[in-house]
């Protein structure tokens, strides 16, 4: 298992909150599937922005961040209509 970290930004300009980070964490949960590998989420937000950290089942560096990408920008796309935009962080 390798960790991902990850940044999201509210770009409606919210302030971010525990809340909006739970919600984060709820959406990244409910478009997982077996193929991205996700074992555990932790969200909490970080001055302005709601900072991750993704547990991914990987072989290594390159495919868990290939995963997390994939992962992000399909929930929240799908979920928050463009709300959200999502950055992988280099490890």
């Known amino acids: 298992m390798l960790a991902v970290r990850a940044t999201v930004v509210d770009t409606s300009g919210a302030p971010t909150t525990t809340a909006a980070a739970r919600i984060v964490e709820d959406v990244l949960w409910a478009h997982a599937s077996p193929e991205h590998g996700l074992e555990h989420v932790r969200a909490v937000p970080d001055r302005g922005r709601i900072a991750l950290v ?15 990408e994939n992962l992000l920008a ?10 959200y935009a999502a950055a992988v962080h280099p490890h």
């Open 54 to 68: 993704l547990f991914v089942r990987a072989d290594g560096p390159a495919t868990a961040h290939a995963l997390a």
């Open 74 to 83: 399909r929930a929240l796309a799908a979920a928050t209509a463009g709300r």
